[in-house]
């Protein structure tokens, strides 16, 4: 599988921003997604992941309320849309892939997007 995290930009506090990240390969749709995000500085840390079908999902406690896993398999495509952005949100995030684990442990996903760089001003 490969990933191709986009919708990254320059954005101000109270914004909202949409992330998408692209898959490649035919078995997309049975495996979890999720995202992660590493701001300047910090350890790489989960943001949210969503199982094959949409019916399982998690959020990390910093993003809940305000953020949206979803996924479109007939696309091969992963999104989140944040809302009422801060400038803590400030990282580079990334896409992940993994055929099991619904894990919040960067250690545990198999296949990485390259990331795309949020950059929230106050």
């Known amino acids: 599988v490969q990933l191709q995290a986009s919708g990254g930009g320059l954005v101000q506090a109270g914004d909202s921003l949409r992330l998408s990240c692209a898959a490649s390969?035919?078995?997309?749709?049975?495996?979890?997604m999720a995202w992660f995000r590493q701001a300047p500085g910090k350890e790489r840390e989960f943001v949210a992941s969503?199982?094959?079908?949409?019916?399982?999902?998690n959020y990390a406690a910093s993003v809940n309320g305000r953020c949206t896993i979803s996924r479109d398999n007939a696309k091969n495509t992963v999104n989140l849309q944040m809302r009422s952005l801060k400038p803590e949100d400030t990282a580079v995030y990334y896409c992940?892939?993994?055929?099991?684990?619904?894990?919040?442990?960067?250690?545990?996903?198999?296949?990485w997007g390259q990331g795309t760089l949020v950059t929230v001003s106050s």
């Open positions: 992940a892939a993994d055929p099991i684990t619904m894990s919040t442990m960067t250690n545990e996903y198999r296949f």
């Open positions: 390969g035919r078995t997309f749709s049975s495996y979890v």
């Open positions: 969503i199982n094959w079908n949409g019916r399982s999902i």
